[in-house]
């Protein structure tokens, strides 16, 4: 028998002293004596890279998160040493690197507080099983720290005390705690003592987080290969951890089309064409708007991908264009399976070109999924999704398909155990060869971005619009997403809600729920509720297996039929406010939705909150999550803010009762907020928008507010072509000033405002606007008048 003793060490190795140091740049390299090397890399004044190899050679640099407009460069930087450390010093943070150990300590460089502290460190453990090491970091929590993030795990914000996975997984009716799920968003940030940064695991191997599971104090991350390769985001709000991850990771390479914005309907599956007009036809006459009726596996020929069945849609173009006549925009779902057919074009195609994902010894990757035995595309090699790209030409410049659907691209297979791929199976991975370990997690990632390059080729001069169910971090620049095969239930309607927050905190915002649920059927209560939550996540879709009966607004009987009505209707006056709000996350990174947390972070008592969150930058919202509910307690976050419903105000920093019978929700709006409102459409662009309503409400003091306008579609609003106007209102104890400023190109339709002014707490004097007097009206308390939008200032004098 032959002993080799030296192939596996078991249990953990740790790098040992420092024997060499060197600096290039920004780039600097500590080598231990037993050869472990960190390159720490200054990306910024906030942002740290740590990276570390066991053998001294690193992999070559290539991620599918970071993305090639990442900021770079910093403000100051210095390097210094003592006997037991290395000093390195930017103008936000100090790093101390231990030379006995490699351990590394963080401060806050402002006011030298601790802030981040290795506990072991960097660590691993030798694998001889799957070949490298199992690359680990632990680091010590420090007193009251809470963490955040980590993309679409289906538990509360706060993750303190939770160990979780990542690997996209296909989860049908996944539960409370389920995880992994569909997406693997390796990132979250911390708070402790008012102060937040965030860790960002760039490593797309099945990897974990433990936060203070396995031991009380001590947080830790690691995977199952591939190199530690973290960034540290400092904040110290943790909105700028969070702009700081995307300006790392990406933002949405352009705004949504207005429409996206809409309300979508969806169903596995309307099928044939009667039907699916039938459902919109409802609609309209219903007078619940909508703007994207969608088509399920059920429309293509045997499932096979870029056909239509000829049977149920004979003629797609036609009945694409008669839909969008009436204002309905068509969504596909696409799929990456490849039905093995002989006689199938797209199969053909992959075949010659050697497209398909191969097993380690040459077969193909064959697995089962709706169509039966199929091959699928490796996406992670560039030409294929070049190919894959091409292949919308027809569905959407032909068909005139406006969006698509990427479905069981985690990637799911069928009746195997893992419900994935095996691990052998190879991959280009951008000419970087490796297995379905490491490409397993941005597969999904990789076929939403060739489906957003096909259609944004194609949709031209339109922008596309596309969403996925996997992802990895930086899908957030090609796509929207939603959560998955979730349930009719109470318990899931608050799984939606913190989903939604989760995903904004994780640097995706462009998310949202299968409304209703998608397995088994809501009662009317349910999904009048879910639909209330719904309206306020940035993708609002009702989508439903269809097994369990149906699932549009009216099947519900006519109470809950005007409240969806009601609140659908709530979302499309918000729609500019919405589309500032995208703006400024497409722009900053700044999360749509704001946990109470990331609102206030200051304020301990929103840390463990997970009902309430901020819509946009000023309406506070809190669903209803329990049947047979006439209101609930929520917590109000500190300040003052107007009742949506009747502009009474509260003053919030406490916990209180909040009237919301069926056909209402808490909804607040943070005073000195200026909301922008459309009249009521049935889709984006039925009307011309001929005046921009203004909701004020009177603040004592100062606030901003801004409402960003484009064309609603194209690329125009890139070249200058949009509208920004910045609002500051001044409120003293009487007198209110108004001051409008406005930069952009873009020449709105409408010409002037109607302001409706809340809560204006003195009776008007006089109220003159670019110092000329105009009428007004007062209805319930509501001052109402017209102004141009030219307007510069508006002053009102109290009596
Ligand atoms: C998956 C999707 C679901 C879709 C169904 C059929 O379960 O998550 O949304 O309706 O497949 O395509």
């Excluded at 004592?700 to 690329?715: L, R, T």
């Excluded at 939008?789 to 004098?797: A, V």
Aim: hydrophobic fraction near 35%.
């Amino acid at each position: 028998m032959i002993l080799n003793t030296e192939l596996e060490y078991k249990g953990n190795l740790f790098p040992s002293k420092i024997v060499f140091y060197k600096k290039h740049v920004n780039v600097l390299y500590f080598k231990s004596e037993n050869g472990a090397v960190l390159q720490l890399t200054i990306e910024r004044d906030s942002v740290l890279r740590f990276r570390y190899s066991t053998t001294g050679m690193f992999d070559k640099d290539f991620s599918y998160a970071i993305t090639m407009y990442a900021s770079k460069g910093y403000n100051h930087l210095e390097i210094s040493e003592d006997n037991e450390k290395y000093i390195i010093t930017t103008s936000k943070l100090i790093c101390h690197i231990s030379k006995l150990d490699m351990r590394k300590t963080i401060f806050d460089a402002k006011d030298n507080s601790l802030i981040c502290e290795d506990e072991l460190g960097f660590h691993w453990e030798e694998s001889y099983e799957i070949g490298g090491d199992i690359v680990k970091m632990s680091l010590k929590s420090q007193q009251g720290e809470n963490y955040y993030g980590l993309g679409d795990k289906p538990v509360e914000n706060n993750l303190k005390g939770k160990r979780f996975q990542n690997w996209v997984t296909d989860s049908y009716a996944y539960g409370r705690g389920t995880d992994p799920i569909y997406k693997a968003i390796p990132f979250y940030t911390a708070i402790h003592h008012d102060k937040s940064y965030g860790v960002f695991f760039d490593n797309t191997f099945r990897s974990y987080f433990d936060f203070c599971n396995e031991r009380r104090n001590i947080t830790s991350f690691w995977a199952q290969g591939g190199e530690m390769n973290y960034y540290f985001i400092y904040g110290p709000e943790m909105t700028e951890v969070v702009s700081n991850y995307t300006d790392l990771t990406g933002r949405p390479q352009h705004i949504p089309p207005m429409w996206a914005l809409g309300f979508h309907q969806c169903k596995w599956s309307y099928y044939p064409e009667s039907n699916v007009k039938e459902i919109t036809s409802k609609f309209r006459e219903l007078k619940i708007p909508c703007d994207a009726i969608y088509l399920d596996i059920d429309y293509m020929e045997g499932f096979r991908c870029f056909t239509w069945s000829e049977e149920y849609f004979p003629d797609p173009k036609r009945m694409v264009k008669e839909l969008a006549d009436d204002g309905f925009k068509t969504i596909v779902i696409i799929d990456p399976g490849i039905k093995i057919d002989n006689e199938y074009s797209v199969f053909k195609e992959g075949l010659e070109k050697d497209y398909f994902c191969k097993r380690a010894d040459g077969p193909y990757m064959k697995g089962k999924v709706w169509p039966g035995e199929c091959y699928f595309p490796d996406f992670t090699n560039p030409e294929v999704r070049e190919w894959w790209s091409e292949l919308f030409k027809e569905l959407i410049e032909d068909i005139g398909v406006a969006g698509v659907w990427n479905d069981m691209n985690e990637p799911a297979v069928m009746d195997v155990p893992g419900k994935s791929f095996p691990d052998d199976v190879r991959h280009d991975y951008d000419g970087n060869q490796c297995s379905h370990r490491k490409a397993h997690n941005v597969y999904g990632m990789q076929m939403a971005r060739a489906t957003y390059h096909g259609l944004k080729k194609f949709s031209y001069p339109k922008r596309p619009f596309v969403i996925t169910r996997a992802a990895y971090s930086g899908t957030q620049r090609y796509t929207s997403t939603w959560t998955g095969d979730n349930v009719a239930t109470w318990d899931h309607l608050s799984i939606a809600n913190q989903q939604a927050q989760r995903m904004c905190m994780s640097g995706f915002s462009f998310a949202g729920s299968d409304i209703g649920g998608f397995a088994e059927q809501p009662n009317g209560e349910l999904f009048a509720r879910w639909i209330q939550l719904g309206v306020f996540h940035p993708f609002c879709r009702v989508h439903s297996s269809g097994d369990h009966g149906d699932q549009e607004p009216w099947v519900f009987g006519k109470t809950v039929t005007d409240i969806v009505r009601k609140f659908i209707e709530i979302r499309y006056q918000l729609l500019p406010y919405l589309y500032t709000t995208f703006w400024r996350y497409a722009d900053e990174g700044i999360p749509i939705l704001k946990s109470l947390v990331l609102f206030d972070q200051e304020d301990s008592n929103t840390h463990y909150r997970n009902d309430e969150f901020i819509f946009g930058e000023k309406i506070l919202v809190c669903p209803i999550i329990e049947a047979n509910s006439k209101g609930r307690r929520m917590y109000i976050p500190r300040g003052k803010w107007y009742n949506f419903w009747d502009n009474s105000i509260i003053i919030g920093g406490e916990e209180l009762w909040v009237d919301a019978d069926i056909d209402s929700m808490p909804i607040f709006v943070k005073e000195g907020a200026i909301i922008p409102k459309y009249p009521i459409q049935q889709y984006v662009g039925e009307k011309v928008i001929e005046q921009l309503e203004l909701d004020v409400y009177y603040k004592e003091g100062k606030e901003s507010s801004e409402v960003y306008e484009d064309a609603g579609d194209g690329y125009d609003y890139k070249k200058g072509r949009y509208s920004l106007r910045n609002f500051n209102q001044v409120g003293k104890a009487n007198s209110l000033t108004i001051q409008q400023f406005k930069s952009g190109k873009f020449i709105t339709a409408y010409n002037s405002f109607k302001i409706n002014i809340h809560g204006l707490p003195f009776k008007i004097d006089k109220l003159e606007v670019d110092n000329e007097a105009i009428d007004i009206s007062k209805i319930n308390g509501v001052v109402t008048f017209e102004v141009t939008k030219e307007f510069r200032e508006l002053y009102i004098t109290g009596k």
